[in-house]
């Protein structure tokens, strides 16, 4: 069975932010809410590098361990999927969180903050695969359909990469390995390369 | 999966090592202020600029998160489960080895006011906040772990979302009570000489003494003084929690609720005691509190300084009047 990830190539990503546009529309994500954002570190500066974040998907995922109402789940690919009818949207998944991947449609006094909402990897939730109740709750299911998610797909460089963890880090290693031989060649100094994030995601 | 098997995965082991990692973290940071490693930086949770704006997305990586699912899950649960049970099992001894502190005199038929009208209420307004705040925050900790099975992640759910609002719009009232609290009682309940009498001999709990005390035992102003300053613990730190709309950030919030607990665990403990006394570990104690007055007999076994002032005054008053 497939492992799921996400991996951004920041030798790569240009901060064009498409995969934010691709996953609002694809899954007509509410206003105020984005389950993918781009950060760019130094930025205007030398050494300028961006990375485009959302859910991780880990492993012992930590906002499933925190969550009071024990509304996440773990699909066989992988992929961290939680039920909106359980959520009581206490915030706590957002607080244990790395990468800031929940997101809340209010921000509301009291802590009425509206169900939690995250990325999906494009993989719906607990609904019936393609019904009304999917899409609305959670966007678009394109996993069922076999197909990756948009984010990744959509991008232009090919900085954001979906799938199975192992073909991912083949493809990036083939890519470290082209940029080094490239450099070497040229007589630059070979840059480190970075599985970005993957160290706090993932245990797999 | 189940919770057991979850939590294991953050064992004693770990412990170690995040304890060990925040040593390293704390020593290096200055030396890592100039490091020009990007990733480093980021999971130090260095800020970097985005267009998706909402709280804190231009960080990456927060390092504090799973510190503190860490210590909410692990540290705060374990130690908060231990602290109320042994208190339980405590009191429950106490009881079977002492019983209830009986009147050591027969009742005289005269009665005083021991707690006015307003008093009472403000009393009973408090306390059913504070029971109503108490099950709704164990219930959001511990739910998961005891209440699931019971009734089913659905119902469950529907249970801590009622549970939730309950708590978070009783939280603000339940300051109230506790302000108005401090402004009744605080001239009663400075400390005075009689009170290190009063705790050399256990308030009379162990043995047959009855130590000296004004209008609150020493006892009694224990618990007032633990109620004011847990409560501002629990009051601030739950208005940090209950507005997440201030934006504060993650390290506060997760700070605010780690206090939190532990302010609520404090006083949790304390009410516990407390009722105990009040209720079966006291004769007398309870009628008092619920009509407002007390017989002279119990008066004068419990709070004997406080008697004497109020006859003194009676005197007074009834020369004066002549």
Redesign the interface.
């Known amino acids: 069975m497939a492992r799921m990830k996400f991996l951004c190539d920041?030798e790569r990503c240009i901060e064009c932010?498409a995969c934010?546009t691709a996953c609002k529309n694809e899954n007509e994500v509410p206003w105020?809410v984005?389950r993918r954002?781009?950060?760019?570190?130094?930025?205007g500066q030398p050494?300028e590098?961006s990375?485009s974040?959302a859910c991780m998907h880990c492993s012992?995922a930590?906002c499933?361990?925190?969550?009071?109402?024990?509304?996440f789940y773990t699909t066989p690919d992988g992929v961290v999927l939680h039920?909106k009818?359980?959520?009581?949207?206490?915030?706590y998944c957002?607080?244990?969180?790395?990468?800031?991947a929940p997101?809340f449609p209010q921000?509301?006094?009291?802590?009425?903050?509206g169900k939690m909402d995250k990325c999906t990897y494009c993989a719906g939730g607990p609904e019936e695969d393609h019904s009304e109740a999917e899409f609305e709750k959670y966007g678009r299911n394109r996993l069922a359909e076999g197909k990756l998610p948009l984010c990744a797909e959509m991008c232009s460089t090919k900085a954001l990469i979906a799938g199975d963890g192992d073909v991912i880090s083949r493809l990036f290693s083939q890519r470290v390995v082209q940029r080094q031989l490239h450099e070497s060649e040229n007589g630059e100094p070979t840059k480190q390369a970075?599985l970005?994030?993957w160290k706090?995601a993932y245990k797999d | 999966m189940g919770l057991e098997n979850r939590l294991q995965g953050l064992a004693m082991k770990n412990l170690v090592n995040r304890i060990g990692w925040i040593l390293v973290v704390g020593l290096v940071s200055p030396v890592l202020a100039s490091e020009r490693d990007v990733w480093r930086q980021v999971r130090q949770g260095v800020e970097g600029y985005t267009a998706v704006s909402g709280p804190e997305t231009g960080v990456l990586i927060q390092a504090s998160g799973t510190d503190w699912l860490f210590i909410r899950n692990e540290l705060l649960a374990g130690t908060g489960a231990w602290a109320i049970a042994l208190t339980v099992l405590a009191l429950g001894c106490f009881y079977l080895y002492r019983g209830q502190v009986k009147l050591a005199e027969p009742l005289t038929g005269e009665t005083i006011e021991r707690w006015s009208g307003k008093e009472r209420l403000l009393h009973f307004y408090t306390a059913t906040l504070f029971i109503l705040l108490s099950i709704s925050g164990l219930s959001l900790l511990y739910g998961r772990a005891t209440l699931i099975q019971w009734l089913g992640h659905e119902t469950f759910s529907s249970y801590a979302q009622t549970v939730k609002i309950i708590h978070n719009y009783s939280g603000p009232l339940f300051i109230v009570g506790l302000v108005l609290m401090g402004m009744a009682w605080f001239r009663d309940n400075l400390f005075n000489k009689h009170d290190i009498e009063w705790f050399k001999q256990f308030g009379g709990m162990v043995g047959d003494s009855h130590p000296s005390a004004g209008r609150m035992n020493a006892g009694e102003k224990a618990w007032f003084w633990l109620l004011m300053l847990a409560g501002l613990m629990v009051s601030v730190t739950g208005l940090l929690l209950d507005f997440p709309n201030l934006e504060l950030g993650r390290l506060v919030i997760q700070t605010s609720h780690v206090l939190h607990s532990l302010a609520a665990f404090l006083l949790i403990v304390g009410a516990l005691g407390h009722i105990y006394i009040g209720t079966i570990g006291t004769e007398g104690a309870l009628q008092g509190m619920i009509n407002g007055k007390v017989d002279k007999s119990w008066a004068r076994q419990h709070h004997d300084l406080w008697l004497k002032e109020i006859e003194s005054n009676e005197k007074e008053s009834t020369h004066h009047s002549k």
């Open positions: 920041d932010n934010i105020g984005n954002r781009v950060v760019t570190i130094n930025d050494g590098t990375i974040v012992d930590p499933a361990q925190v969550c009071p109402v024990d509304c039920d009818d359980l959520c009581i949207g206490c915030g957002f607080y244990a969180c790395p990468f800031g997101q921000d509301g006094a009291f802590g009425n903050r970075n970005w994030g706090t």
